[in-house]
C-alpha cells in the first residue's frame, strides 16, 4: 500500500474534525501524519502520527526512509514549509486550503504572498472546499488548472434525520463554532434580543470555546439575556448531536474580518442540515453554495442584525417553513457532502499524481 505523508503543523486543534473524519476514512493508501505538536489525542486517535523535524534536510531524510510517494499539507502556510522538501524528493504534492491561510486582503508585499507564489509553481495541485475561494485561490496566481474544489465531508451516519413537531413554544435556537469574530456570534445575540421581545419563550445556545467569549457573555449580561442565552462551551460529537435534536433553527451569521480571514463552508452548518434543521446564515464565503436562499434556510447580509432577526421571527413563527427546509437540507449534504465519498475523489487525486509522478 503507497505511503502518504499528511503534514498538519497542530494534531489537531477541536475545531477540525473535517480533516479527522478525512483522514480516518482513506483507505486505499498509508497516510502517515506529521505534526510538530500533538493535541486531542483522545478526541481524535490515529495509529500513525510521527514528529514534524523543522529541518527540511532531515524530514526528506525520513519520508525517503518511510517510503513517502506523496505529501498532502494541509493549510497553505503548512505547504509552504513543504516545498523544500518536495523538491529534495522530487515527489507529488497536494496543498490543501480552508481559509484563514487565503485572507480576502491580498497584501501583495507580504512573505507570505511572495511564497504563495511559488508555492503555486512548485505544487502540484491545490484544493479548495468551495467555488468561492477557488476564486480566491486565482486571484492569488494559483493556475486554473491545479485547482480542485473538494468539498469538506460530514459523517451523515453520525448526524441522523431527526423528525421535528411543528410548535410555535420554546423554540431552541442553536449556533456552533469557535468563539471566533469571523462566527458573528455579536449579531447573532443582537437579533435573538429581536426574537425573544417578539418571542419570550425561544432560546438560544451557543457550542463552542475561543477569545471572544468574554466578549460575548458581557454583551448577554448588557442585553439581558442571561436567563434565555446559553455559552455552552466546547462539548463532544455525541453531546453535539443530542443538542441538535433538540433545536428547532441553526444559526451562523459568518463575517470577514477586517485582517481578511474568512469561511469556506462551515461543516457545523453542514452537521446541523444533515439532522435536519433549517438553517439561518449570511452570504458569506461559500455559505450560498450549501444553501440556497429560501429552499434550505435563508441568506442575509452580512451584520444585519435587522435582517438576521427577521428571518429567524419568520421560522420561529412557521413551523411547517422549519420541517420543510430541514428535509430538503439532509437531502442536499447526504449527497453532496458525505464524507465517505468526498475521500474516495481525494483518493483518485493521489493515485492519479503518483502514477503521473512515475513517468
Known amino acids: 500500500m503507497k505511503k502518504i505523508a499528511f503534514v498538519r503543523t497542530r494534531y489537531l486543534p477541536s475545531s477540525e474534525t473535517f480533516i479527522y473524519e478525512e483522514l480516518k476514512n482513506i483507505k486505499r493508501f498509508k497516510a502517515i501524519v506529521f505534526a510538530r505538536k500533538r493535541m486531542n489525542l483522545k478526541r481524535f486517535p490515529f495509529p500513525r502520527i510521527k514528529r514534524l523535524p523543522r529541518s527540511a534536510k532531515r524530514l526528506a531524510r525520513t519520508f525517503r526512509r518511510k517510503r513517502i510517494r506523496l505529501i498532502h499539507a494541509r493549510f497553505g502556510p503548512a505547504g509552504v514549509r513543504m516545498m523544500k522538501v518536495k523538491r529534495r524528493l522530487r515527489i507529488p504534492m497536494i496543498t490543501s486550503f480552508h481559509g484563514f491561510d487565503l485572507p480576502a486582503k491580498i497584501k501583495r508585499r507580504s512573505k ?3 511564497k504563495l507564489r511559488r508555492l503555486f ?5 491545490f484544493t479548495v472546499p468551495s467555488r468561492q475561494m477557488k476564486r480566491q485561490l486565482r486571484r492569488y496566481g ?3 488548472h491545479k485547482i480542485k474544489i473538494m468539498y469538506s465531508g460530514i459523517n451523515v451516519k453520525k448526524f441522523r434525520y431527526i423528525k421535528r413537531h411543528a410548535t410555535t413554544q420554546k423554540v431552541t435556537i442553536i449556533s456552533v463554532g469557535r468563539l471566533h469574530k469571523k462566527k458573528g456570534f455579536r449579531y447573532l445575540i443582537r437579533a435573538f434580543k429581536k426574537v425573544h421581545a417578539k418571542a419570550p419563550s425561544s432560546r438560544l445556545i451557543i457550542v463552542g470555546n475561543g477569545v471572544e467569549r468574554k466578549n460575548l457573555k458581557r454583551l448577554i449580561s448588557k442585553l439581558k439575556l442571561k436567563k434565555s442565552v446559553r455559552l455552552k462551551g466546547f462539548v463532544p460529537h455525541k453531546r453535539l448531536v443530542r443538542l441538535l435534536k433538540k433545536a428547532d433553527i441553526f444559526c451562523l451569521p459568518s463575517v470577514t474580518t477586517k485582517d481578511g480571514n474568512h469561511e469556506g463552508i462551515p461543516n457545523a452548518i453542514k452537521e446541523a442540515m444533515a439532522t435536519g434543521l433549517p438553517i439561518v446564515a449570511t452570504r ?3 455559505i450560498p453554495e450549501l444553501v440556497k436562499n429560501g429552499r434550505e434556510g435563508f441568506l442575509v447580509p452580512e451584520k444585519n ?5 427577521k428571518k429567524l421571527k419568520h421560522l420561529v413563527k412557521n413551523p411547517s417553513s422549519r420541517l420543510k427546509m430541514g ?3 439532509r437531502r442536499k449534504v447526504a449527497k453532496r457532502f458525505n464524507s465517505g465519498k468526498q475521500v474516495r475523489r481525494l483518493e483518485s487525486i493521489y493515485r492519479h499524481l503518483i502514477k503521473k509522478g512515475r513517468k
Not at 121 to 125: E, F, L, Q, S
Not at 305 to 309: G, I, K, P, W, Y
Open 112 to 114: 507570505y504572498y511572495r
Open 305 to 309: 442584525v435587522r435582517r438576521l432577526a
Open 142 to 144: 494559483c493556475p486554473k
Open 327 to 329: 428535509r430538503r437540507g
Open 284 to 286: 458569506h464565503g461559500g
Open 121 to 125: 509553481k512548485v505544487g502540484d495541485k
